[in-house]
């Protein structure tokens, strides 16, 4: 088996660079993943090379279940896990990208920022290497490397320091870039088309053959379910799920799946209908709030009047993030679909973001730039940050539809949210 991390000493480092051109590369034979809850990278992930991203969050599941989830998704010939900020950052919620190759033992490659450095780039190597017993960091990537000799003057250095650790190459200054829009990175056509372009100039100086034998290691795999197993439901469920509506956990879609005797996916920008002998809809998160999203669905009648139908006959709505907001009566000056009286405003930075328990006992993690005009407005739940308090609503039920911030994962908590879909 072959797997590897991709990790750094914080964001904007390259991680994102250098797993985009291992994933394009390896795409025929690669299963993507992402450490933490991220939405916007697995979605790259997933458009790069035409397979699901699936987040490992130590945080969100307990060890036994994210060691299954990493089992049962490690189905191909090699798996790329992408960190998330720097290699320890996270730890204090259990959700670093050390927690999770740790648990895994999975080997990590760390891409470091060479510019305008070369010795001090071995002492942070030895920072990383000796800050936590049991990591997995086994290679190295230079990145921004003004020419050859600045290379050769950095390996030479760290090879001289260390015999445990392989320099894999390095990445050149100013290569190709992609775009960023609202709330993360949009693969365009014309970018696309620049992907094998852009790996081939990620890669050029990166010994393939060597990452390739650091990512050899044996799992550890687990037998026995680590979930409360749930009955198999007779009823039709429901999700929107589009450009506007695609912050879905993969493993999501899956146990849903698993659990429902039948399941549909329509598409609102399409101005899609929603079956009419569904018994729940699930509005998955995203955004909707912005201009340019909320064009896209504006004139969706058909989609919206097959959503109010499903409303009147008092069958569940269940609504994410930017499904709360499309429950709501408006956003702004943007109409949305009045099942829940609560009016939002969009901020200019996230005004929430983070993990977060509600009163439920289920743990998520919430990003969001909008919030209540009125936080007075009495709610399902609470939502607060572990050992502090927070006392801000983040959860509405109008009869059978409900709407929350909260993103979580529903295989470990389902038995808590069922009651919101009338089961």
Not at 44 to 58: G, R
Not at 85 to 102: L, P
Not at 211 to 220: G, P, R, V
Not at 262 to 283: G, L, M, Q, Y
Request: glycine residues 6%.
């Amino acid at each position: 088996m072959k797997a590897i991390c991709i990790s750094a000493t914080a964001s904007n480092q390259g991680k994102t660079t250098l797993t985009t051109a291992l994933l394009y590369h390896f795409r025929k034979s690669v299963r993507p993943f992402k450490i933490g809850p991220d939405f916007i990278d697995p979605l790259f992930h997933q458009k790069i090379c035409q397979t699901p991203s699936i987040n490992l969050d130590t945080c969100i599941m307990n060890e036994a279940q994210v060691k299954w989830l990493f089992d049962k998704y490690s189905d191909n010939n090699i798996s790329i896990l992408e960190g998330v900020m720097g290699f320890y950052d996270g730890m204090d919620k259990n959700a670093s990208a050390y927690d999770v190759t740790k648990l895994l033992n999975v080997p990590t490659i760390i891409v470091l920022d060479a510019s305008g450095s070369y010795i001090t780039l071995s002492a942070i190597i030895k920072g990383l290497k000796t800050y936590q017993e049991g990591n997995t960091i086994k290679g190295v990537i230079f990145n921004h490397v003004g020419s050859n000799s600045h290379f050769e003057l950095i390996k030479n250095q760290v090879e001289k320091d260390f015999d445990d650790i392989e320099v894999l190459g390095w990445i050149e200054n100013r290569l190709d870039t992609l775009d960023s829009t609202h709330l993360g990175l949009d693969l365009k056509d014309n970018e696309f088309e620049k992907l094998e372009h852009i790996s081939k100039e990620v890669l050029k100086h990166i010994d393939l053959e060597k990452l390739e034998k650091i990512a050899e290691f044996t799992a550890s795999k687990t037998e026995d379910y680590p979930f409360e197993k749930i009955e198999k439901y007779n009823k039709h469920i429901t999700l929107v799920n589009d450009e506007n509506f695609s912050f879905l956990y993969h493993d999501n879609l899956e146990f849903l799946k698993e659990s429902f005797e039948k399941v549909t996916i329509v598409n609102a920008i399409n101005n899609e209908i929603i079956p009419s002998d569904t018994d729940i809809v699930f509005i998955v998160g995203g955004y909707i709030e912005t201009s340019k999203a909320y064009e896209k669905i504006e004139n969706s009648n058909d989609f919206k009047n097959s959503l109010l139908t499903h409303a009147k006959q008092n069958k569940a709505i269940y609504g994410e993030c930017a499904g709360l907001l499309f429950l709501s009566n408006r956003v702004d000056d943007k109409k949305m679909m009045g099942l829940l009286d609560l009016d939002f405003t969009l901020g200019k930075k996230f005004y929430r973001m983070g993990y977060y328990e509600n009163d439920l006992g289920i743990t998520g993690h919430a990003f969001h730039f909008t919030k209540l005009i009125d936080e007075q407005k009495v709610g399902e739940y609470k939502l607060y940050k572990k050992n502090s308090s927070d006392g801000t609503y983040a959860a509405f039920k109008n009869n059978n539809v409900f709407g929350t911030y909260l993103h979580t994962m529903f295989r470990n908590n389902f038995n808590k949210i069922k009651k919101y879909l009338n089961l």
